[in-house]
């Protein structure tokens, strides 16, 4: 049931939007790279921790920098919950735009998953809410005050499919993987409600009990504040590094 009702979900999002045809889009080309630590601390307890650059391809200039922090309880029945900060510094959306600013983020979110195992097929559902901040420097003569201000909040809801292709062991093993990801944001800026969509198709690696490798391609639909759109298209390579239990 949660199998068909996801996959049914997944072609619902994925399918083109027509107020996007109608719109002026930007097509882009990135590269994702990110270090991913897996650390359990206590029995169904478990902290995950990473850091992720993205920049663009042609021309090549940064675009954004991210270090992010969770901690997650199992529940039972695969199901989990979860809350995490992130810290990100935001370059221009615009590779060519020759400015040097960077805007800093901090985001405060909390997650509800849920996980369900068949024979070879996984499917992994999730629901995020986040609370997004950015500081800001107000000059006041002759003092420099730097303030946190509330700007929105963000719905995300992503749900990923694994196939398992090949196998050595439980710790050598290779799935192909799908998946879409939705988000929608309210609040005190933004004056539309959705957000972006990511569409995903790639490969998980497992090379050992600690190691394992993702590759993957993106799809990656961008609302601006214009109420034009930036078409992306994402490469993504990740190493998640796991520190057994003692």
Do not use: C
Request: no cysteine; aromatic share 14%; charged share 25%.
């Amino acid at each position: 049931m949660y199998f068909r009702a996801s996959i049914l979900l997944l072609f619902f999002l994925s399918f083109p939007k027509p107020s996007i045809a109608q719109t002026e889009v930007d097509y882009q080309h990135l590269v994702w790279y990110g270090l991913f630590f897996t650390v359990p601390v206590a029995r169904d307890w478990t902290v995950f921790s990473q850091i992720q650059e993205r920049h663009f391809i042609s021309p090549f200039a940064q675009h954004q920098l991210s270090v992010k922090s969770r901690i997650q309880k199992k529940i039972g029945n695969g199901w989990s919950a979860s809350t995490g900060i992130g810290y990100l510094l935001q370059s221009p959306d615009n590779p060519r735009s020759g400015s040097n600013s960077v805007e800093r983020e901090f985001r405060i979110d909390v997650e509800g998953g849920y996980e369900k195992n068949f024979e070879k097929l996984t499917l992994d559902q999730r629901l995020r809410v986040e609370t997004r901040l950015f500081p800001k420097e107000i000059q006041e003569e002759p003092v420099l005050d730097e303030v946190d201000y509330f700007n929105s909040f963000r719905f995300r809801y992503r749900v990923l499919t694994y196939y398992l292709i090949w196998q050595i062991s439980a710790d050598q093993e290779m799935k192909v993987l799908a998946g879409d990801e939705v988000m929608f944001q309210a609040g005190k800026t933004p004056n539309y409600s959705f957000d972006q969509n990511r569409l995903m198709l790639g490969v998980d690696l497992k090379m050992s009990a600690k190691l394992k490798l993702e590759l993957t391609y993106q799809k990656w639909v961008d609302k601006r504040q214009s109420g034009n759109y930036y078409n992306r298209n994402v490469v993504r390579l990740t190493a998640n590094y796991q520190l057994l239990e003692r």
